[in-house]
C-alpha cells in the first residue's frame, strides 16, 4: 500500500514552474528521501503534500487523504518538520511541546515530552527559554514536535540541519528505528551522503522534475553521486556533496 501517492502534480507561481508533473508513490514504511540541489522543488513537493499550497494541477493523497479537499485529515495523520523552523522564542521546549500535545489530543503527554527530551538530549533546556537555546537544541525540539503525537508518516526537510556529528548520528537511528515499525518518513535533502545512507529509495530532483528514482542500497555513495550528475548534470550536483562542517 502507498502512503504518498502523485499524479502529474504542478505548482507554478506566475511564471515560474517550481513544481512540473510530478509522478510518484512512496510505500508504507519507506525511508524515502528527495534529492536535489536547492531550488530544485523539494520544498515546494512537501508543501503541496502537507496541505500547505495547494497545487496548479494535478493530485495527490497522503495516507489515503486528498491534501486539497482534506488538508485537516492529513494534518492529523501527519508530522511535519518543514527547514529551518524554531519553537516560539517566549516558550520552554516543555511548554511548547506541551501545546503541541493539547492540539494534538495526545494522552500521556508529559510522558512523552520526557521521554524524547531523554533520546535527543535536551532534557537539560527543557524549562529554558528557546530564545536561550543553540540552533542544534532548537532543531532537536522541533524533531521531538513531529514525532510527538507517533503519526504513520513524517516529512523531514533536511534531517540533520544545525546537528554536531555525534547528534546526527543519534538522529539517523531514530530515523531507522522509525521506519523500522512500519511507518513511512519523507525527507528531503541535498547531501549525498544523507541520502545514501539513510533511504531505502530516492527520488532525483532538478528544475522543478523528477528526473530519476533509484535504491541507494544497491550503490556506494560515490555511485549515487555518479548517478545523480548522470541524470542532471555536474553543475547542478555541485551543492550535494558531503560537506566539511555541515551547518
Known amino acids: 500500500m502507498a502512503a504518498?501517492?502523485?499524479t502529474e502534480l504542478t505548482r507554478r507561481f506566475g511564471e515560474v514552474t517550481a513544481l512540473s508533473g510530478l509522478s510518484l508513490s512512496v510505500e508504507d514504511g519507506a525511508l524515502f528521501g528527495l534529492l536535489g540541489p536547492n531550488g530544485?522543488?523539494?520544498?515546494?513537493?512537501?508543501?503541496?503534500l502537507t496541505g500547505q499550497r495547494e497545487p496548479t494541477s494535478g493530485s495527490a493523497t497522503v495516507v489515503g487523504h486528498d491534501p486539497v479537499?482534506?488538508?485537516?485529515?492529513?494534518?492529523?495523520?501527519?508530522?511535519?518538520?518543514?527547514e529551518r523552523e524554531d519553537p516560539p522564542s517566549f516558550l520552554t521546549p516543555r511548554e511548547y511541546l506541551t501545546f503541541v500535545g493539547e492540539v494534538r489530543a495526545i494522552d500521556e503527554v508529559d510522558e512523552r515530552i520526557e521521554s524524547w527530551a531523554?533520546?535527543?538530549?535536551?532534557?537539560?533546556?527543557?524549562?529554558?527559554?528557546?530564545?536561550?537555546?543553540?540552533?542544534?537544541?532548537?532543531?532537536?525540539?522541533?524533531?521531538?514536535?513531529?514525532?510527538?503525537?507517533?503519526?504513520d508518516l513524517v516529512f523531514i526537510d533536511e534531517p540533520l540541519v544545525n546537528l554536531d556529528p555525534i547528534m546526527q548520528e543519534q538522529v539517523k537511528a531514530v530515523l531507522?528505528?522509525?521506519?523500522?515499525?512500519?511507518?513511512?518518513?519523507?525527507?528531503?535533502?541535498?547531501?549525498?551522503?544523507?541520502?545514501?545512507?539513510?533511504?531505502?529509495?530516492?527520488?532525483?530532483v532538478e528544475g522543478g522534475?523528477?528526473?530519476a528514482e533509484c535504491d541507494?542500497?544497491?550503490?556506494?555513495?560515490?555511485e549515487l553521486l555518479d548517478y545523480f550528475i548522470?541524470?542532471?548534470?555536474?553543475?547542478?550536483?555541485?551543492?550535494?556533496?558531503?560537506?566539511?562542517?555541515r551547518p
Open 209 to 211: 522534475e523528477l528526473v
Open 216 to 222: 541507494p542500497r544497491e550503490m556506494s555513495e560515490d
Open 176 to 204: 531507522a528505528d522509525y521506519c523500522e515499525r512500519g511507518n513511512t518518513l519523507f525527507l528531503s535533502t541535498h547531501y549525498v551522503d544523507v541520502a545514501a545512507e539513510l533511504c531505502t529509495h530516492v527520488g532525483i
Open 230 to 245: 548522470a541524470e542532471v548534470g555536474g553543475d547542478a550536483a555541485a551543492g550535494v556533496t558531503p560537506a566539511e562542517g
Open 118 to 151: 531523554e533520546r535527543l538530549e535536551f532534557a537539560g533546556v527543557l524549562d529554558a527559554l528557546s530564545t536561550g537555546l543553540s540552533e542544534g537544541e532548537r532543531q532537536r525540539v522541533m524533531l521531538a514536535a513531529a514525532f510527538l503525537h507517533d503519526p
Open 69 to 82: 479537499a482534506e488538508p485537516m485529515a492529513v494534518k492529523r495523520a501527519i508530522g511535519i518538520l518543514p
Open 4 to 6: 504518498i501517492e502523485t
Open 40 to 48: 530544485s522543488g523539494k520544498t515546494t513537493t512537501i508543501e503541496l
